[in-house]
């Protein structure tokens, strides 16, 4: 930590920073510059947190070394996070995992349906929701444990991993019962007695990116879950909310390369929501693996346009074997496979 | 709503929009344009939402015409929200309700203290957090049940409603035993299962806008609470995420008049987490009084200095006076009492 | 400057950068801390770019410790900027400035109506824009030099001093033979040789922010104005670009109070871009005031819907007038003057 | 245009608007809605601005049907527009044009190694800064004319041809003596002289988006230009300011598929100036081709720690020969050649 102290501040002000920074059991070293004094602290700075110095009289502002989370760092560690699952299938590493589904599970016949088209077509898990968190309080609200029950049949039947959003704590146990893979959607990414639940449930999470979330934030909320001895979260970017509505959101694509510099997880995309457009799936799941994701998470559905939730967003079964095949040169072309 | 056509659209494609119309138990009318074919619908559009239309053949985009809260909306009502409290408070109508009290509840001393010395500067209620939402998991996380019980005991010394946050629906209950106001945090503005569950409980809800909450997604999130027959809600403007980092977030004053125009719900504002400046909390209160608020949510502690949480944002106890003494004359220049 | 080196930085990194320190005339400091080496820099960091440290090898980032701008740092000034006409009007100090009068010049007898009218309702001063910016390139551009001399003809006859918008360095000389103030708009506040053309006029300048501009840009902005001798610039927040579309722009007041702390120059609110809808005029300019601006920036109109450009968000004469009187009590209530 | 009317609107406002209509010389059509009427308008709306409607009382919001912009549109028109240069190089069609040079022309010695290199790399054209707007008044702003005379002397020895920055209409003619393409700066996006002046000047233009424009105001503001009888725009997206701050900017790829919908006009990205980051410009440049970019423009100096201006975004030679390499394939995976 640095802290910065005001041109005005004083003597005394200078002396309290420095025995505070005692007393926290580090050491402090006076820096005096010719418009500004600094403190240098040594040691880890982050047994304190950084608003403590902010609000000590006569300072200017703090500034940390260290970033605030540890276990999701890459410092420190040789290793990348790969994801196992009983079938032989994975997430991290040199594959490109493709996670495919519908939005909303509808019936039995539709998930098992579309679990063996999009298997055929070469993805590595099903995606279908069963509690879904709607902005309108008057729309389809998901088909709940019924779903779930349809869901892990078309495991049986397809051999896919499946993964399904987690709404809340008491719900966890429930899900974890049913679904290999626990996801953690974009307005829970700062749920913290939910990360805490999924974290405790042992379960791989898809942590989805908060639509407003600095890097920062997302990796730490990665590290609410790491914490709980859980190794196995897969951060995923969903777009962020800036000025633009041509698309619902902004899909961020330098987050990849920037996280893979920052953290040993997998990092993948959804293009579904992150553009809310149909139309651009297939150019933005290339991009996402020409700038290095380690996989993707796609909306399909047989009939869109008879589908409860999301249907703008979501492609068709043919159009995502097409995608499929497209995205083999792309990933080929940066060294991975799909 | 109104559906507009691509340029490109088939006859097949109009006939098919209509025909959906119908099914629908609404009235399409087609305006056959220079450029482009529109289709008006005439009826209660609300039954249908919106996606549905952007999903079908030769459709460009389709445009709502009524918003879709129906219960937050001021249209056809003649009345605004009061809330009324036993001791004889009340949030909204002319009066300026101030909430005021320490981020978190740190002990049963000084939250009593507290409680009296806002009282005593003229608060309505006090506010104190018993389970903290912190972005690093090794942070203090609040004094849970145990702070309620010091918040409750609180109330009985000083007189004030309380106000304390809830973070999951499993904690409705028991925080419904103690507090008279819940309040529903920026993070979980979209947290559903607990907008409904605080819609059960009947307690009045501060509802705080979510930090990347559009208007539209703030007075949906208001219809969950209320479509539960729960009429009491109270809005509450929190600050912005946009690129601006002087501040911790941009609080948008110009939406107090723009909901005021929409809602017949009262509206206050928390400067405190808004700007994350103690300096700026004197100056963007008053603003927010001189715009039209109803009340403003202020975090005040003996010491932020030793604050456990939220310190840089917060001001003393005499600064809260001094506040107080202040706000008086800009209330009534703008016609409100305080 | 604090150089904050990579985890894995060599000692011939560390080196490298001590010697840059030392080359530049500046003394460098090393500080050997658990988990990185920091190296801090002791004189004017401002003598070398930024980016230059962050180039250099085995550098993971450098920290500034002193504000890039000198001239708009309140730093080290005891005095606030007043800006004085002949009239005997100002803007800054204990007064607040109201600046009013239509978007565009649409005839002489039109500004001359405007000008007596807001003059006798207690205006400042009075502007109008000859050159006009116009997003589409199919509208309205302004009656360029005959609108400079009908606006000159209405400081005549009101005596009030005259401000307008200068769009390109070859019309300073043109613009200043005629108006009191020059004003840069939103879209020129990093049209750098603008800047420096209007710091070379030696008129007063009103200077907006970018609509995505930080604080620290919007200083450096002043900046170039100041560094030509030029001392005589006005700030003016005119709303920033967020997500939220229902006001045009998202009026940031919260900057007001913050560049009080930052700058000695005055700071005036333009409620009538920042927000684009003449409704929330009338409490945006209340908060302003009750925030701490200096003054307002208005735009009326005799007959808003019969205005060239900008209807939306212009309000009538007599809304004006009822504005002047309604500020009044506001700008009392906070120990100022209108 | 579709007009929707205030629940309380009344007849004679329903008539005015009516009248409006007629006026401009467009039919109106009443639709009479169960809680809203609404005026659809029959011909090209764009003949009035739509802050015309937004004005009349009783209007509730106005809703354009046709986007403002004509000559941009992809719409009637079929055909792509490709910029070919005197040494058959061009920009636009099958093959990914790479632009490429220093932020800054430091010297003719420079500029003209910088050249041969990235000519033998596979560079399309080559581009250098003579004019540097900066956002700090005390920083290097470009060699200026001398810069423009090495540059054009590149261009004989190299067969390349010439990009380089225009900032005011007053340049216009001196750099198109020198450049073969000129290039408007993101600040400069809406400075709407400058896009008439390089209108006229019939010379090909890279016009970069601003920073916080608009897919929309992107459109307008080549709209502008092309409406000078100027067909040869090239549009670039080189990020967008929101919250993010780990890169300078957000690079938005989805503009590019986006784009394509929209207009006919070639679309190449900037990474360089779109991240602020050396170690993104290659999977950056890979996720720009993968999503449909036409191509690229990227910052490259033989030494970046001594560039004068940007060096964190520059990559060396041979990182740009690399570069060149790896996109090859990433070209090739979606039909394109580089």
Same mark, same amino acid.
């Given at each position: 930590?640095?802290?910065?102290?005001?041109?005005?501040?004083?003597?005394?002000?200078?002396?309290?920073?420095?025995? =505070?920074?005692?007393?926290?059991?580090?050491?402090?070293?006076?820096?005096?510059?010719?418009?500004? #004094?600094?403190?240098?602290?040594?040691?880890?700075?982050?047994?304190?947190?950084?608003? +403590?110095?902010?609000? *000590? /009289?006569?300072?200017?502002?703090?500034?940390?070394?260290?970033?605030?989370?540890?276990?999701?760092?890459?410092?420190?560690?040789? +290793?990348?996070?790969?994801?196992?699952? #009983? #079938?032989?299938?994975?997430?991290?590493?040199?594959?490109?995992?493709?996670?495919?589904?519908?939005?909303?599970?509808?019936?039995?016949?539709?998930?098992?349906?579309?679990?063996?088209?999009?298997?055929?077509?070469?993805?590595?898990?099903?995606?279908?929701?069963?509690?879904?968190?709607?902005?309108?309080?008057?729309?389809?609200?998901? *088909?709940?444990?019924?779903?779930?029950?349809?869901?892990?049949?078309?495991?049986?039947? =397809?051999?896919?991993?499946?993964? $399904?959003?987690?709404? $809340?704590?008491?719900?966890?146990?429930?899900?974890?019962?049913?679904?290999?893979?626990?996801?953690?959607? !974009?307005?829970?990414?700062?749920?913290?007695? *939910?990360?805490?639940?999924?974290?405790? =449930?042992?379960?791989?999470?898809?942590?989805?990116?908060?639509?407003?979330?600095?890097?920062?934030?997302?990796?730490?909320?990665?590290?609410?879950?790491?914490?709980? #001895?859980?190794?196995?979260?897969?951060?995923?970017?969903?777009?962020?909310?800036? +000025?633009? !509505?041509?698309?619902?959101?902004?899909?961020?694509? =330098?987050?990849?390369?920037?996280?893979?510099?920052? $953290?040993?997880? /997998?990092?993948?995309?959804?293009?579904?929501?992150?553009?809310?457009?149909?139309? *651009?799936?297939?150019?933005?799941?290339?991009?996402?693996?020409?700038?290095?994701?380690?996989?993707?998470?796609?909306? $399909?559905?047989?009939? &869109?346009?008879?589908? +409860?939730?999301?249907? &703008?967003?979501?492609?068709?079964?043919?159009?995502?074997?097409?995608?499929?095949?497209?995205?083999?040169?792309?990933?080929?072309?940066?060294?991975?496979?799909?």
């Amino acid at each position: 930590m640095i802290i910065v102290m005001k041109a005005e501040s004083t003597k005394k002000d200078i002396d309290h920073v420095l025995d =505070s920074v005692e007393k926290a059991g580090l050491k402090g070293v006076l820096l005096q510059g010719t418009n500004r #004094n600094v403190i240098a602290i040594i040691g880890d700075e982050r047994v304190v947190p950084k608003d +403590f110095w902010d609000v *000590l /009289p006569g300072v200017e502002k703090s500034v940390p070394i260290l970033a605030p989370y540890k276990l999701a760092s890459k410092e420190g560690k040789d +290793f990348k996070t790969i994801i196992h699952f #009983n #079938n032989g299938k994975k997430i991290g590493g040199d594959h490109i995992a493709v996670i495919a589904g519908p939005c909303a599970i509808e019936s039995k016949e539709q998930i098992i349906e579309i679990a063996k088209r999009v298997r055929d077509a070469g993805a590595t898990a099903l995606r279908g929701g069963a509690f879904k968190p709607r902005s309108n309080p008057y729309t389809f609200q998901g *088909l709940k444990e019924e779903g779930l029950v349809h869901l892990a049949r078309a495991r049986e039947v =397809s051999g896919l991993p499946i993964v $399904t959003e987690v709404l $809340t704590p008491e719900h966890v146990k429930l899900v974890s019962k049913y679904s290999d893979i626990l996801q953690i959607g !974009t307005r829970n990414m700062q749920n913290f007695l *939910l990360l805490r639940a999924v974290g405790e =449930s042992g379960k791989p999470v898809i942590l989805k990116r908060g639509m407003s979330a600095t890097i920062e934030e997302f990796l730490l909320a990665a590290e609410y879950i790491l914490a709980q #001895n859980n190794p196995n979260v897969i951060l995923c970017e969903r777009g962020i909310r800036t +000025f633009e !509505t041509h698309t619902r959101f902004t899909l961020s694509l =330098s987050i990849v390369p920037q996280l893979k510099e920052m $953290t040993h997880l /997998p990092i993948i995309v959804d293009p579904s929501h992150g553009t809310g457009k149909r139309s *651009l799936i297939n150019p933005m799941s290339k991009g996402s693996i020409a700038v290095g994701a380690d996989g993707l998470l796609i909306e $399909t559905h047989p009939e &869109p346009e008879k589908s +409860f939730v999301d249907g &703008p967003q979501t492609i068709t079964l043919e159009s995502f074997d097409e995608l499929m095949q497209e995205l083999k040169p792309v990933a080929e072309a940066v060294g991975r496979k799909i």
